[in-house]
């Protein structure tokens, strides 16, 4: 009998719960045994904080009728890295402490084999450093973002555009019948793919993301342009990561701040910036955590699935250190090292992009 577990790390994205289904169901029909590690690692690490000791069984019962559910029946967390763990010192302060050994003992004593673990680049550079530390992992990989690299996609993106581009469909009739400017803020700190695909789905004239620094003044004159079309109103969707390209007031005003460095609150500062510019009313809205929750849509549901599957198909076949990945129309395993910190912006000689030129979409450059 082999003995797994599997824990999820870092953001949710709707298609955890189908993740951990289909490896517990998957586990189960070999005849293994499958544990829950609850948020992320703290579950090991913390075990006082847990009524069931922060690690318990999963049945073919606790894993029901849950792949269409958004967030993890596992939980997760940001704050749980085992190899910078956030440990309170004597004095009040807090100091930063690895504890990887610790999750590698309990392994050894509670007898278990191996990890899946299911998470976006901070997760899937802790389950690489545990590989290497000899504990045999395979990861998932996850994020609503879509910004891992060595797969097609993530699941958890599919869902986040549709949600996005819905958004974006009933905010053109509010927009269009008070001639207004909307700015739509959506995630993406570094990469801005949900900006684009659903700033193209939706509809939008302009699309600011983070991979390209993007002039105001532009955005402005696409509004201009449009007004001068007879087209009252216009939507710009900004990915929460994206920057002007020359500073000017837009960075002047996130210095004055302290946000300099991860510009938050962009939509609210483009709105305000494009209402100054071309006197409309402008309006913005923050899509947010919005994009997180609710079922996954049946791309990411399968991809989930096939993804809990594909990691335990490799723990039979004895693999480690690897990571699942979605090489259309299969599933393949990439070696953790070769995602592990590296992140996947939009490429800008896209197709994605030049579609988005093509149609006349402003990209702010
Ligand atoms: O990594 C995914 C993501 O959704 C980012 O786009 C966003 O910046 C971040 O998570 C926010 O996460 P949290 O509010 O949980 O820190």
């Not at 305000?272 to 947010?288: H, S």
Request: net charge neutral.
């Amino acid at each position: 009998v082999k003995r797994i577990a599997i824990n999820t790390g870092g953001g949710d994205a709707p298609g955890l719960n189908a993740v951990i289904r289909a490896t517990v169901l998957a586990a189960i029909n070999r005849g293994w045994e499958c544990y829950g590690i609850r948020d992320g690692f703290n579950g090991i690490l913390e075990p006082a904080r847990y009524a069931d000791g922060g690690v318990f069984r999963l049945t073919r019962d606790r894993v029901r009728g849950i792949a269409h559910l958004g967030g993890t029946i596992l939980g997760t967390t940001n704050k749980g890295n085992p190899l910078h763990y956030p440990v309170k010192m004597p004095d009040g302060s807090t100091q930063d402490t690895d504890r990887s050994g610790e999750i590698l003992d309990y392994f050894k004593r509670e007898k278990l084999d191996a990890l899946v673990s299911v998470g976006g680049d901070g997760s899937l550079t802790i389950a690489h450093a545990l590989h290497k530390m000899g504990l045999p992992v395979v990861g998932v990989p996850k994020t609503i973002d879509n910004d891992l690299d060595k797969t097609v996609t993530t699941f958890g993106f599919d869902t986040a555009v549709a949600f996005a581009t819905d958004c974006l469909d009933r905010l053109h009739s509010t927009a269009e019948s008070h001639q207004r400017v909307m700015v739509v803020e959506v995630m993406g700190r570094y990469a801005g793919w949900i900006a684009l695909h659903s700033g193209i789905s939706g509809g939008a004239h302009s699309i600011l993301i983070p991979e390209i620094p993007f002039d105001i003044e532009k955005v402005a004159q696409k509004v201009r342009w449009r007004d001068g079309l007879g087209r009252m109103y216009s939507i710009v969707v900004v990915a929460e990561g994206a920057a002007p390209v020359d500073g000017g007031r837009l960075v002047a005003e996130a210095a004055a701040t302290g946000h300099a460095e991860r510009l938050g609150g962009i939509g609210e500062r483009v709105a305000k910036e494009l209402q100054e510019r071309t006197g409309k009313d402008a309006r913005v809205v923050v899509l947010g955590h919005l994009l997180r929750g609710g079922s996954p849509t049946s791309f990411d549901r399968l991809a989930a699935l096939r993804f809990g599957a594909a990691a335990v198909r490799a723990l039979e076949q004895d693999m480690s250190g690897v990571m699942v990945s979605l090489a259309f129309p299969n599933v393949e395993y990439v070696a953790l090292e070769e995602v592990a910190g590296r992140m996947k912006g939009v490429p800008l000689d896209s197709d994605t992009v030049q579609t988005a030129r093509d149609i006349g979409i402003c990209l702010g450059d």
